[in-house]
């Protein structure tokens, strides 16, 4: 796939690697605004299984896991009209705590058009959602030790 967007964050959260995936994978942990209603995954989290994330602003997104390396990494396909949006996350050791990192992708040949119209928001919203979900682990953390 010919990319004609990309963008990448990373973080560090005070968690162990083990625990970060464990919350992340347990797709309802990412309920991290009021935008998002419910998110469901129909299978296990590994390659091949679909889910949909119900959203207020733009309705139901229908996702596809592609890869799944446990406690390192993910990808999350999104298929568009035209284009594909490509969602990968790693985990990595870092020291105590976790780097993750998510980088967000645009390819197909209508992908331009998708990626001027909401790369501006992915850009403010990824680094955002991310430091969200950095604290929720931290509290769960916090909480289940």
């Not at 999350?76 to 990192?101: M, Q």
């Not at 501006?120 to 682990?137: D, F, K, V, Y």
């Amino acid at each position: 796939m010919h990319e004609v967007w990309a963008f990448e964050h990373s973080i560090g959260c005070a968690v162990t690697r083990k625990f970060a995936w464990r919350f992340w994978t347990a797709v309802e942990n990412w309920k991290l605004d009021s935008d998002i209603e419910s998110v469901e995954l129909h299978g296990p989290f590994a390659a091949g299984s679909e889910g949909v994330t119900h959203t207020r602003s733009a309705g139901p997104i229908a996702w596809r896991l592609v890869h799944v390396v446990v406690e390192a990494e993910a990808v999350l396909e999104v298929p568009g009209t035209g284009c594909v949006g490509r969602f990968l996350w790693t985990f990595a050791d870092l020291g105590d705590s976790t780097r993750i990192t998510q980088r967000a992708s645009m390819g197909g040949e209508g992908a331009q058009a998708i990626a001027d119209a909401i790369a501006p928001g992915l850009e403010s919203g990824i680094p955002a959602g991310m430091r969200r979900l950095c604290e929720s682990m931290a509290r769960a953390a916090a909480g289940a030790g």
